[in-house]
């Protein structure tokens, strides 16, 4: 498998899974995408399904990944994928749990990882990865990242103890969740830096970017990313779209079979609601459709901040300024320039290149937005690649918390209360999974707020806003940054 650039006019051979893990970005500017999508038969998701109940959620990984990595040796490759889902570091050992509430829906639970946010599904496998890669090469990489909260976390709890990493972290001081800063900030590791930047979350991004557009400095440190643009991200989240589908939808028998009892909820395509912000999750359910798994409708959740539930709407993609940028209750999709979305348009567009370089180098470089309304490509979208929208408010999220703790006696968290929400308006027919994406231990002012309950906490993180604090606090400045990881 070789992967090609959204950007890449030039028609030049595509590149192995290995160089691009580390290059993140294309130095053109654009993304990375498999030259093909590899097709899923029945016969092969039956096989799947009897894997993945009798062997486990790694066994099914490693089947899904190796289909997009052939220059890591398959028996190095099922190591790495063992050990990113490793049974005993979620907190259920199915990983991906699939269970249903009372007003029909399901939930699919990615969110019972080290840092208790779905990003660890993904981070998980990016971490192993990069050890191997790294040490395969004989090289060190230096993370320097930004996070509003969940990436911090699920970046450091992935590469903490990584040989050849390590982890600069920005985030805005005094802006995260007292449990989110709790996290990030008792890891007592010399290759885990904190940095509390004294601004917001974009001053923050600004820094990384400064500090990646200095070309020596970037070369000196052998600076790195670990944000969703990186591909192998998104593969590892292509697997819990099969793995939830496989949970929900049961073979069907051969005639003349025996009937063997058991459950059989549902029968033919499932949607998935998925709480979006950087298009990263739902990217992944994108991909795992174009493979052949039968997804009915992508339905993608904003909250306030609803740049692409517009797009889905009308065809016209206007990404907004910090400014313009809400401060929501689900702050993890507090997003306003969604960074995965261009692989969709590269595959809307019928993978042209031309064409995506032009939209989003020259008009959104130009004129901050674009319209595809009145394209074919779009009139024709949902029919093709199954994408609805819709979006919620901070009132909303609070009645469906409310709701469904009051029916069900289970507590979602405010993230998973916009997929809820989106889902039940959505009037899509059919099985619809809201994608869970964060445990409520992580948003704790907003479920007391709306049930008065102060939410669970899983025993491992017990005391840990006690622990002693390792955090350096900074001016919002880059060279104040460079700083310290020259020190380093
Ligand atoms: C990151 C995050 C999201 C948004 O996911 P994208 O891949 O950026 O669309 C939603 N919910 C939570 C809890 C998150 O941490």
């Known amino acids: 498998m070789r992967y090609v650039s959204t950007r890449d006019v030039t028609g030049a051979p595509g590149k192995r899974f290995s160089d691009i893990l580390l290059e993140g970005l294309s130095a053109d500017g654009g993304l990375y995408l498999p030259e093909t999508y590899p097709q899923v038969s029945a016969e092969q998701l039956d096989a799947w399904r009897t894997l993945l109940a009798e062997e486990g959620y790694a066994a099914l990984a490693f089947e899904i990944v190796s289909l997009y990595i052939d220059d890591i040796p398959a028996e190095d490759l099922r190591g790495i994928v063992q050990r990113a889902y490793e049974p005993s570091k979620f907190l259920d050992p199915a990983v991906v749990p699939v269970t249903q509430l009372s007003d029909g829906l399901w939930l699919a639970h990615l969110s019972n990882g080290p840092s208790v946010a779905f990003k660890d599904m993904a981070m998980q496998l990016l971490g192993e990865l990069f050890a191997y890669e790294l040490a395969r090469r004989g090289e060190t990489i230096t993370i320097v990242g930004a996070t509003s909260g969940d990436t911090g976390s699920s970046a450091m709890y992935a590469l903490q103890g990584k040989p050849g990493v390590k982890v600069f972290m920005l985030s805005p001081a005094g802006r995260m969740t007292p449990f989110q800063q709790a996290q990030m900030f008792s890891i007592d590791d010399p290759a885990i830096v904190n940095i509390a930047v004294e601004g917001v979350f974009d001053d923050c991004q600004d820094i990384v970017k400064a500090i990646n557009a200095d070309a020596d400095f970037k070369a000196k440190h052998r600076i790195g990313a670990?944000?969703?643009?990186?591909?192998?991200?998104?593969?590892?989240?292509?697997?819990?779209?099969?793995?939830?589908?496989?949970?929900?939808?049961?073979?069907?028998?051969?005639?003349?079979?025996?009937?063997?009892?058991?459950?059989?909820?549902v029968e033919g395509r499932i949607s998935f609601a998925v709480p979006s912000g950087n298009f990263g999750n739902i990217a992944a359910g994108h991909i795992a459709r174009q493979m052949g798994l039968p997804i009915h409708r992508l339905i993608l959740a904003t909250n306030e901040n609803n740049v692409l539930e517009e797009f889905f709407r009308t065809g016209v993609y206007r990404v907004r300024g910090g400014a313009e940028t809400l401060a929501t209750s689900s702050p993890s999709m507090d997003i306003s320039k969604a960074s995965n979305f261009e692989r969709f348009v590269f595959d809307l567009l019928g993978r042209d290149a031309a064409r995506v370089r032009e939209l989003f180098e020259d008009r959104l470089g130009t004129d901050g937005e674009f319209d595809l309304s009145g394209t074919d490509e779009f009139r024709g979208q949902v029919e093709r690649f199954g994408f609805v929208s819709g979006t919620s408010t901070h009132q909303d999220r609070l009645e469906q918390i409310r709701r469904v703790h009051e029916a069900d006696g289970v507590i979602i968290d405010p993230h998973t209360a916009d997929g809820v929400k989106v889902a039940l308006d959505s009037g899509v027919e059919g099985p619809i999974v809201v994608l869970e994406t964060a445990l409520p231990v992580k948003f704790a002012e907003t479920i007391v707020e709306a049930i008065g309950v102060t939410p669970p906490r899983p025993e491992r993180f017990d005391g840990i806003e006690d622990l002693p604090r390792h955090v350096v606090q900074v001016p919002n400045s880059a060279h104040a940054v460079r700083a310290i990881i020259d020190e380093s």
Do not use: C, H, K, T
Request: no cysteine; hydrophobic share 40%; glycine share 8%.
């Open 226 to 265: 670990v944000n969703s643009i990186n591909w192998a991200r998104l593969l590892a989240q292509v697997v819990y779209y099969f793995a939830a589908y496989l949970q929900m939808v049961p073979s069907v028998p051969e005639p003349g079979a025996p009937d063997e009892g058991g459950p059989r909820p």
